[in-house]
């Protein structure tokens, strides 16, 4: 079986005949698209999307280790008296408790920002 990259092609003086497809460039990588940036700010924002009208808290951005964000979350979750769960390096916290959280990981030593609407 050819490669990937050729592609047959039919003639009728001798059957298939094998043509390598020419190359193409590729741009650069780009970071995938909805990535946070990495500046050092965190970013907290209420979210409706995909939760059936449900408002969570987003809290992208945090630097750290998963263990070092599933204790921050912990703390968080506590503080707001909410249920909430990590989501790779996004934390979600059920309700809109963007001021609590933005105060404590001001206390914390973060440069938060509220993000969106």
């Not at 020419?22 to 650069?28: C, D, E, Y």
């Not at 009208?53 to 992208?60: A, D, E, H, Y």
């Given at each position: 079986m050819p490669d990937g990259n050729t592609r047959l092609v039919y003639s009728?003086?001798?059957?298939?005949?094998?043509?390598p497809r020419?190359?193409?460039?590729?741009?650069?990588a780009s970071p995938p698209r909805g990535a946070p940036p990495d500046d050092g700010v965190v970013r907290i924002q209420r979210s409706k999307q995909g939760r059936g009208?449900?408002?969570?808290?987003?809290?992208?951005g945090l630097p750290g280790s998963d263990a070092d964000l599933d204790a921050l979350l912990k703390v968080l979750k506590q503080l707001c008296g909410a249920g909430g769960a990590r989501d790779g390096r996004t934390l979600e916290i059920q309700g809109d408790h963007r001021?609590?959280?933005r105060a404590r990981?001001?206390?914390l030593g973060h440069r938060p920002r509220l993000a969106g609407g």
């Open positions: 009728s003086d001798t059957g298939r005949v094998v043509q020419p190359a193409t460039k590729r741009p650069p009208g449900k408002t969570v808290t987003l809290i992208t001021e609590r959280v990981l001001e206390a």
